[in-house]
């Protein structure tokens, strides 16, 4: 009884082993049929052809690549700039960084428009690429706010306060700020008296200025005004420009009185100095034509 079984255990055994045979061979085979099935196609002589042409193209491009770019037939040998009315050509070049010479692969227009664009003095820039040898630029400058003056040295100021470029011909048509040292005013210095500046032409002051000082002689900085007639000079001390102006607007107005005009008022008969103490305080000593005032 026990040779029985022992008897059907042996052939279920064997059975199980050649039903796990079979399938590995089954696995092979199918392995085997996939590969033949890819190699096939990979080893046409046209495939391996093509595979050599692309190898050769990867490994040789780069080497080809350098060589172009650094040929003497993609050297800089011009750089057009269009647009500079008050900046020097050679100056926007320098921006740019570009010598003639160096490669025209060197560096991309984008990147020479956001140089440029960083200057206080552009506004806008285009840069093109003309091939093989030439850069084309077309700026849009930076329009002045006002002619700073610092000893004798001039310079265009922007809206934002910033120093734009030194200046060889000053247009008198811009408010001046000025300064007697050729130190050059803080960027918080200029902000305030371009925003003095704006006020007076406005009309808050009641005067029209020509030029606005700023005066470190004393302990303290001080905004000066200098009117338009040449005559009167008005000292705002520093800060709450509003109040100090509208302070300085009642007291002209009340001396010059039908003279005043759309907002302004007539300082030619009027001679001396103003101080502006603060809002409520004003002091002045001046005299007007016919006598003091």
């Keep these: 009884m026990r040779s029985s079984e022992a008897k059907k255990r042996a052939q279920r055994s064997v059975g199980t082993g050649g039903r796990r045979r079979r399938g590995s061979h089954a696995n092979v085979s199918r392995s085997s049929q996939i590969l033949a099935r890819l190699r096939g196609p990979f080893l046409r002589p046209q495939n391996i052809v093509y595979f050599l042409i692309f190898a050769t193209f990867c490994f040789t491009f780069p080497v080809l690549l350098g060589y172009i770019s650094n040929h003497r037939y993609f050297a800089v040998r011009e750089v057009i700039v269009v647009g500079a009315e008050r900046l020097e050509e050679s100056q926007v070049q320098r921006w740019m960084g570009l010598l003639e010479g160096r490669s025209i692969w060197s560096a991309s227009p984008k990147a020479l428009e956001t140089e440029l664009e960083r200057q206080p003095a552009v506004a806008v820039a285009d840069v093109r690429r003309l091939l093989p040898d030439r850069f084309h630029v077309t700026i849009a400058e930076e329009a002045p706010r006002a002619l700073l003056r610092a000893g004798s040295d001039f310079y265009h100021v922007s809206e934002q306060a910033e120093i734009i470029a030194p200046v060889t011909r000053p247009d008198a048509a811009l408010p001046i700020v000025s300064l007697d040292s050729e130190k050059l005013p803080t960027p918080s210095e200029l ?48 800060g709450d420009w509003s109040d100090r102006l509208a302070a300085l607007s009642r007291v002209v107005a009340d001396v010059s009185g039908p003279r005043a005009e759309a907002g302004f008022v007539d300082t030619g008969h009027l001679t001396g100095t103003v101080e502006v103490l603060d809002a409520q305080t004003v002091v002045a000593r001046w005299r007007t034509r016919g006598g003091a005032a």
């Design 191 to 238: 902000k305030e008296a371009l925003a003095v500046v704006s006020l007076f032409e406005k009309g808050a002051g009641g005067i029209a200025v020509s030029e606005v000082e700023i005066d470190r002689t004393s302990d303290r900085r001080v905004l000066v005004a200098h009117a338009a007639s040449g005559r009167l000079t008005v000292r705002l001390g520093w």
